[in-house]
């Protein structure tokens, strides 16, 4: 671990897998039976290593460099394609992949502790990956036999990419306004492609031998808005009578998006059937497109919440070993003493203060986003009688853990800039490009307003509540009973009051609702998604302190003081530290939450009012 | 106002002067009796055409371009000479300079409605003029005859620029630690200087003849620590017979720093008596470095909080020109109906809340920086009884202006990249930049933990806590009778309501101190600043809806609903959304005010007990 390299938490990785979640009990769950618990350890140990050696040496040159559109062509910076073919070679492309089409098959829990890692040391390239995949999984799950034999295992292993083509100039965040076209053509096998789509990620590349977007477009005669979209496969290259890439498909790139961050992610412009000469090839049937989408709709956010945790938790540890490098100033306990020595400036209060802020947001998020990933495999693999309440579960955090992981990642990073100082404002120290990268998280795949709106006026509304009633179930395993320390137990008390103001503030929300009308009730929603992930992640933290307290106090019985034992064992430092980051994220972070709750129980909606 | 260009907002920078300050009261004073308002309005009129119209035009291109290390020499990029020499021939440097030396003798308070928009429109050359302009107000109040002969007048109509030369790489934050020497040569006219800087803004550059470095430098023997640095004179070219640049003054650019934003701006490394060539001349006497450096401070602090706003001022009106042009999505009061409109998307709540937010941090630090600015005049200028008071103000609200400017100026920008989406990340829209750019100031001119540290240990400790005794005083004046409405009555009692918890949280401060220690007493320090800064931004803009209501009143007189005058009458509407703003801050702002307070009242310090 030092200041300029990216380096991988493993041992908290390890405690939320193991300790606070259990994910290795998921192999008494079909289909995950083949696996064990010395094959979870081993994905992470590899992954991890991988990220670190391979992964993230290209992370800078891709930013220096960046993609370039030259002839027609998309060209990626030095390095991409050699760590492509390592990617692919290793089988991380495929890890939660379909093992029919060569994917490895593992549960989502515990690829996440590879995937968060591989995200957040080479942000723009695995973007594209990730894309891939997502791609591959949309033709696994809807497409025909004959489709899925095409696609999926060239996808899975890296020779094809993938691609998602949903945005055009006039349709964003209303995605149900696209207006790219498709004509069936005459001899009913595809139809024939027409428009334009932008904010394509890894719209074109020289790393595959051929890539398959994935394109949302409106069959001619196809009912108006989002009813009337159809998903259809359209390879750079149609497939020859071997399944070979062949003949140009005139799928055009018309430019690349200069971009704040993630440069070597490709963003294309791409024209379909410029000529009037693009095959598309239907998947499952007209007018599924929304709802197909909506499906992976998910497992993409759930994405785009660990590429904030990746990032952030590669950023907390660059400041955290350059605050304890670098020399600055003398204690403040020590005044103006005369000959008092110079320190490292983890040792100043507002240094620590930071350092822990920063610590807290990543590992809070580590927590709400494990547990989400968690419940989607229960949801899909558990037990039949409780994948109903998983599923719920999923569906109310994914849009709290995307926006946590957009919003408190970014916040992580720019702390950490805060921590180097001047360094951290060079393109020398990681932060820089960090901060850059990161940004990206709160506006693409959904906007956080979008997210909030999903939470505020679906997810909660949703059979009378039930999700949330389901969440603060989950929840009642945090009690001060179960606490040794005072501090701890007054944490887990100030953490229940806070629960208690969410749940009055979402009362309000349908109260504002019923009352004022539907403006006034999403006025405040992006804050009451960061109300949720505030309250979520205490609690994932809470929980790992009641756990930490009890693994501390074995390894310390009889040797004294908790803090004491903590500067010499590791494992005790972990624990202890551990129960310090809880007590800090409830004491000096949560409390937004009491702000959320006021602004909400103001009523005031001057910013309705204004002219603008 | 459109997405793209910078614009000056001009109405807003008229009403916090005239209106809200009363600037145009200052003519009454030495120095400033020659001036009229008038002379005042044509300053703010002529100097935001030039913001607009040169200084804003050549932004993009130095951003792309930077400046550059070719040869030992700093390139700049196209343009930036000649915008250099328009602004200095227009007389901008000089605009609060001595007269003496043809600098033009304006207010503060009224030059920084120029200013303000000058760092706005470009940042990167704002910062090389406004560190000149520094320099030579250093040798101004500190030089002897000659010196000030020899360089102020070159220095203020920009012949020659100037810079300061603080940090070295063991001593950024305790400026106390530097190592430069100086060693008094044989003759007595002058010391040899040997040491390497680094940060120097504006370091090298090719737009000026000559660049006068101010460089704190140790004189051999001096007493160790902040005691014992002095101040000298040192150009990059010896002044021959003539006063004209000469001989090689052994100057050497040794890097540039590769940075975040103002990338224009060159940052760098430089080794001063490389060949043990270099000739220094004292500023006044030997050991008074530091305290003529904290005499610039003040205006060096508050430069630093005008670019935050500046920046923030122009990216809110690029984002509500994009807001009024995007069409997205449908109004949510009219739910899925068949044939509903697509609006704006400045129509839906979550971007007006976003544009208000935006709004109210923006006129919230416009009103605490020129009255900073306004008081700073009347300390110096003002009647002789209340100098002392307004330098007490000055002093309290420096750290505050600074941190608000700064991380306000921040989020403002932040917020707006938000409401254009994808575009937004792109560097096509000027948002990229101004987040870049932007960042450098809570790290420059002393850290926001820095300024907090100078805010919670010094300002409010001074004389017993007079200082902000006569903060609270001066904000008396904003009661809840005086509002008109009933909301903005509310908003006045919420905030008094905030101020109160201020008087708590600074008291509890103090015990801690007492009860626990100076670690513990500065542990929230950062977050204290805020809370002043959230506080004082408020009564500024409570104090404006005060006016706004009356003047909207007198032009609503008679013609119905100040909402429904507002929509058709220009300046109706300015006061309209200015009462709206103000309820705005209060209700969905300054709410963080409570999370300061929940922190500080915690008493819990995790942060101090991890073992990081």
Known sequence: MNSTEYSVDLRDIQFVQKELLGVQKLVDYEPFGEFSEEDFDMVLREGSKFAESVFATVNKIGDEQGSNLENGDVVTPEGFKETWRQYVENGWLGITGNPRFGGQGLPLSVAIGVMESLYGSNPALYTVLMLTAGAAGLINGFGDEQQKTAYCEKMLNGTWSGTMCLSESGAGSAVGDITTKAFKAGDGGHYLIKGTKQWISGGDHDMAENIIHMVLARVEGAPAGPKGISMFIVPKFRLDGTGQPGASNNVTTVRLEHKLGIKASPTAVLEFGGSGDCHGYLLEAENHGLAQMFKLMNEARLTIAYQGLGIASGAYRNALAYAREREQGIPIEQGKEQGAERVAIVHHPDVRNMLMTMKALVEGLRGLIYAVAYYNDLAHHGPEESRGRYQDLVDILIPVAKNAGADQGFEAVRLGMQVLGGVGYTEEFPLAQALRDTKIASIYEGTSGIQALDLVTRKLGMRGGELFQELLEEMKDVTPEKAKAPSVRQAIEHWQDSLEKLKLTVASVKNLAEE????????????????????????????????????????????????????????????????????????????RALSVAAKVQSRNFAALEAVL
Chains 1, 2 share one sequence.
């Open 516 to 591: 004022l009308g539907p403006r006034e009730a999403v006025f405040n929603a992006t804050d009451i998604t960061v109300f949720f992930g505030d309250v979520t992640c205490s609690y994932y933290l809470l929980k790992s302190a009641l756990l930490a307290e009890s693994r501390l106090e074995e390894i310390a019985a009889g040797n004294g003081d908790a803090r004491e034992v903590a500067q010499d064992n590791e494992e005790a430092r972990f624990y202890f530290n551990k129960i310090k980051t809880a007590e800090h994220y409830v004491f000096q972070i949560l409390p």
